[in-house]
Structure formats: structure tokens, C-alpha cells
């Protein structure tokens, strides 16, 4: 496995840990900064507006330099806003570390994505992409009890310096371990040849998919604290253990849906997202057993992210190694969180009860799989699998 993989994975999960430890730690940071608690949830939302929002415009604004050093400037930005958080005297000034740190966090995976498979043989490149994702993986499992007990015996502004800290061994990483040649010196495509990149058929079905896919995931993601204790009978304090449960299980079909794309990567796309259809459904059905409950929710984290290596490869193939492809991968799936976590509060809003979100999502996911069927099927097999960026 090439170093320069292991640099890329610590800076995603570097960046994972920012985004979810904040989860475990909002209690302490409303009271220092004497905010109420929707105040300080805007540290999530604004954070999730301005991934968004970079995922797009710092990928378009680095089109044509170059790769390596474009990712040491994102991560350079993450360090400075974690590094403001970790000293704000002020609840603005935390928001505004909290924007500056997300403004990386598309462009750097999305970019990330593409330096990842050029280490590697073209028939590796999904395991490549799987790989860097290994890190926001891992990051989702310890996140939120990482930011919790840090925040407990240290303080809260302890998690921030802890991260800063992983954001500069990151750094460090990519500029030593990460070859410029291969990370490609200068993107061959300026920024309107990116656009027309977007003319392709396939790009746009594949972002649908994408945005589909994450929001059938996270309409049921979102409120599955109140699913395992309103139906499945568990103590609120059971939560923190069954969403590392979770966690575990996007490890798992993070690596094994790398694999399985290098093989065939529109059948495991079909399939993945197929899986995770009917492991929203059965999770609606089963939500009132304990036991089930248990798998099921592993089953969730593994058919969850299963299809994500290989739609982001698809997308970047299909749009000939353009980044702003890449970057539109992670706000498409950013919009899909959005989506599904609001069609799933509609649903609970409209008294369906608990299990509705799972439900919710499991219909979205099956629009998912209809996308990419139909993606599929247009493709045939002239798909440029082993395009090397």
C-alpha cells in the first residue's frame, strides 16, 4: 500500500473527527459560550452549508494548480479553522473555525479521491478511494465518544487542539509521501472544460444516484436515536454503543464495496444500493426487537456506504478525471443528508410515528437503485473504467 494512501486516510480521518466529535460536546460549548442549544447546533448545520458550498467553489477555484499542493493548502485551511475553534473567545468566532475547517471537506476528498487511484494500478482504483474514505470511516465510529470523553477530562477546547494536531501529522504526510508527479502536477482542465464535463448523461445520473443513495441512509440516520428507544424498548444511554455499531458497519462496506467495484462496479453499485433499500425496510419491520435491531443497524452502516467507492470512481471516470466532478460527488451527497433528514422529520412531524424515517428511506433508496439501474443499463460497456486522472 503506498504511504501517500495512509497520508490521504489520516487527513479524512482528521477531518471526520471534526465533523462528528462536535456531536459529543455541544452541551459544553452552549455553556461556555452561554448559547442556547439551537445556537450551538448551528455549528453542525453551518458546518454542513459550508462543505457544501467548498466542495463546488474551492474546486473550481484550483482547476489548474496542482494537486499536491492544493491538497497541503485545504489542509493547511482545516488546521487554522480548528485552530480558531480551539481559541475562540466567542461564539462567532467558533462559527466562523467551524466554516473555515468544513470549506476543506469536499474538495479534499473529492481531490483526494482522484490522487488516491492515481497511486495505483487502474484496476485498484476503487480499493485505492476506499482506502482514503478509511479514514472518515474510522472517524464516524470514534467521533462522537472521542469528542465526549476529551471534552469530559480535558475540556472541550482539548478535542479541537487534538485535531489541529492530526490536521499538521497530515500535512506532514502528503507533503512527504505523496509523489507530485503522481499526484499530477497541473489538471489538464481548466475550469469550462470541467463544466462541460457535466454535459455527460452518465455524470448526472450518477449524482443522483449518489444524492439518492445518502438520503435514504440519513433519513433514517438521523433519528435513529429515537427509533431504538421509542420502538426497539433501549435506554437512551444504549444509543452512544449501537451508533458505534453503525460506525463499524461503514467500515466494513467501505472496504468491502472498494473490492467489489474493481470487479464489476455498476452491478455492486446496483446491488449495494438494492441491499440497503431492503435493509431500510426490514429494519422498519424488526425496529420493535432488541436483537435485530443490533444487526440490522450494522447491516445499515455496511450497505450504507457499500456503493460510495465506487460512485464517486464512476463519476470521475465518466466526467474524465474532471475534479469539479469529484466535488460535486460530496455536495450531491451532502443534499441527499439534507433531503432525507427532512423528508424523515416530515414523516414524524406527520404523526407516522418512529419507524416512518426507516420507511422514508427505504423508498428513497429504491428511487437509488432505479437511478443507477438506468445508468447502468445507458452505460453497457463502454464505460472508461480504467481512465487514469
Given at each position: 500500500?503506498?504511504?501517500?494512501?495512509i497520508a490521504?486516510?489520516?487527513?479524512?480521518f482528521?477531518i471526520?473527527?471534526?465533523e462528528?466529535?462536535?456531536?459529543?460536546?455541544?452541551?459544553q460549548?452552549?455553556?461556555?459560550?452561554?448559547?442556547?442549544?439551537?445556537?450551538?447546533?448551528?455549528?453542525?448545520?453551518?458546518?454542513?452549508?459550508?462543505?457544501?458550498?467548498?466542495?463546488?467553489?474551492?474546486?473550481a477555484?484550483?482547476?489548474?494548480?496542482?494537486?499536491?499542493?492544493?491538497?497541503?493548502?485545504l489542509?493547511?485551511?482545516?488546521?487554522?479553522?480548528?485552530?480558531?475553534?480551539?481559541?475562540?473567545?466567542?461564539?462567532?468566532?467558533?462559527?466562523?473555525?467551524?466554516?473555515?475547517?468544513?470549506l476543506?471537506?469536499?474538495?479534499?476528498?473529492?481531490l483526494?479521491?482522484?490522487?488516491?487511484?492515481?497511486?495505483?494500478?487502474?484496476?485498484?482504483?476503487?480499493?485505492?478511494?476506499?482506502?482514503?474514505?478509511?479514514?472518515?470511516?474510522?472517524?464516524?465510529?470514534?467521533?462522537?465518544?472521542?469528542?465526549a470523553?476529551v471534552?469530559?477530562?480535558?475540556?472541550w477546547?482539548?478535542?479541537?487542539?487534538?485535531?489541529?494536531?492530526?490536521?499538521?501529522?497530515?500535512?506532514?504526510?502528503?507533503?512527504?509521501?505523496v509523489?507530485?508527479?503522481?499526484?499530477?502536477?497541473?489538471?489538464?482542465?481548466?475550469?469550462?472544460?470541467?463544466?462541460?464535463?457535466?454535459r455527460?448523461?452518465q455524470?448526472?445520473?450518477?449524482?443522483?444516484?449518489?444524492?439518492?443513495?445518502?438520503?435514504g441512509?440519513?433519513?433514517?440516520?438521523?433519528?435513529?436515536?429515537?427509533?431504538f428507544?421509542?420502538?426497539?424498548g433501549?435506554?437512551?444511554?444504549?444509543?452512544?454503543?449501537?451508533?458505534?455499531?453503525?460506525?463499524?458497519?461503514?467500515?466494513?462496506?467501505?472496504?468491502?464495496?472498494?473490492?467489489?467495484?474493481?470487479?464489476?462496479?455498476?452491478?455492486?453499485?446496483?446491488?449495494?444500493?438494492?441491499?440497503?433499500?431492503?435493509?431500510?425496510?426490514?429494519?422498519?419491520?424488526?425496529?420493535?426487537?432488541?436483537?435485530?435491531?443490533?444487526?440490522?443497524?450494522?447491516?445499515?452502516?455496511?450497505?450504507?456506504?457499500?456503493?460510495?467507492?465506487?460512485?464517486?470512481?464512476?463519476?470521475t471516470d465518466?466526467?474524465?478525471?474532471?475534479a469539479?466532478?469529484?466535488?460535486?460527488n460530496?455536495?450531491?451527497?451532502?443534499?441527499?443528508?439534507?433531503l432525507?433528514?427532512?423528508?424523515?422529520?416530515?414523516?414524524?412531524?406527520?404523526?407516522?410515528?418512529?419507524?416512518?424515517?426507516?420507511?422514508?428511506?427505504?423508498?428513497?433508496?429504491?428511487?437509488?437503485?432505479?437511478?443507477?439501474?438506468?445508468?447502468?443499463?445507458?452505460?453497457?460497456?463502454?464505460?472508461?473504467?480504467?481512465?487514469?486522472p
Amino acid at each position: 500500500m503506498p504511504g501517500g494512501l495512509i497520508a490521504l486516510a489520516l487527513g479524512g480521518f482528521g477531518i471526520g473527527l471534526t465533523e462528528f466529535l462536535i456531536a459529543g460536546l455541544l452541551p459544553q460549548v452552549a455553556a461556555s459560550f452561554a448559547v442556547s442549544e439551537a445556537e450551538a447546533g448551528r455549528l453542525i448545520s453551518g458546518y454542513a452549508l459550508s462543505v457544501a458550498v467548498g466542495a463546488i467553489a474551492l474546486t473550481a477555484a484550483t482547476a489548474r494548480l496542482p494537486r499536491k499542493q492544493v491538497l497541503l493548502g485545504l489542509l493547511a485551511l482545516f488546521v487554522v479553522g480548528n485552530l480558531l475553534c480551539a481559541v475562540a473567545p466567542d461564539y462567532r468566532v467558533m462559527l466562523l473555525g467551524r466554516i473555515v475547517a468544513a470549506l476543506c471537506h469536499g474538495s479534499f476528498f473529492g481531490l483526494g479521491s482522484l490522487v488516491a487511484r492515481a497511486l495505483v494500478s487502474p484496476e485498484r482504483k476503487s480499493r485505492a478511494v476506499a482506502v482514503m474514505f478509511a479514514g472518515l470511516t474510522v472517524a464516524n465510529v470514534l467521533g462522537v465518544p472521542f469528542g465526549a470523553s476529551v471534552g469530559e477530562r480535558w475540556g472541550w477546547r482539548a478535542a479541537f487542539w487534538a485535531v489541529t494536531g492530526v490536521g499538521v501529522l497530515a500535512f506532514i504526510g502528503i507533503a512527504v509521501l505523496v509523489p507530485g508527479q503522481a499526484a499530477g502536477a497541473v489538471s489538464s482542465y481548466g475550469l469550462r472544460a470541467q463544466v462541460r464535463a457535466f454535459r455527460s448523461r452518465q455524470v448526472w445520473l450518477t449524482l443522483t444516484a449518489t444524492a439518492l443513495g445518502y438520503g435514504g441512509m440519513f433519513g433514517a440516520f438521523s433519528y435513529l436515536a429515537y427509533t431504538f428507544t421509542e420502538v426497539g424498548g433501549f435506554a437512551p444511554s444504549d444509543v452512544a454503543w449501537l451508533l458505534m455499531v453503525y460506525g463499524v458497519g461503514l467500515v466494513v462496506g467501505n472496504a468491502i464495496g472498494g473490492r467489489a467495484a474493481d470487479r464489476d462496479r455498476d452491478r455492486t453499485l446496483v446491488v449495494s444500493l438494492l441491499a440497503l433499500t431492503l435493509t431500510l425496510a426490514g429494519f422498519g419491520l424488526l425496529a420493535g426487537s432488541a436483537v435485530a435491531s443490533v444487526v440490522l443497524v450494522f447491516l445499515l452502516g455496511v450497505t450504507g456506504f457499500a456503493s460510495v467507492p465506487g460512485l464517486i470512481t464512476r463519476v470521475t471516470d465518466h466526467a474524465h478525471g474532471a475534479a469539479l466532478a469529484a466535488g460535486a460527488n460530496v455536495s450531491a451527497s451532502n443534499i441527499g443528508n439534507a433531503l432525507g433528514a427532512w423528508l424523515g422529520g416530515l414523516a414524524l412531524t406527520s404523526g407516522l410515528g418512529y419507524r416512518a424515517p426507516l420507511y422514508v428511506g427505504a423508498a428513497i433508496a429504491l428511487v437509488s437503485v432505479g437511478v443507477m439501474a438506468v445508468a447502468a443499463r445507458g452505460a453497457g460497456g463502454s464505460s472508461p473504467r480504467h481512465h487514469r486522472p
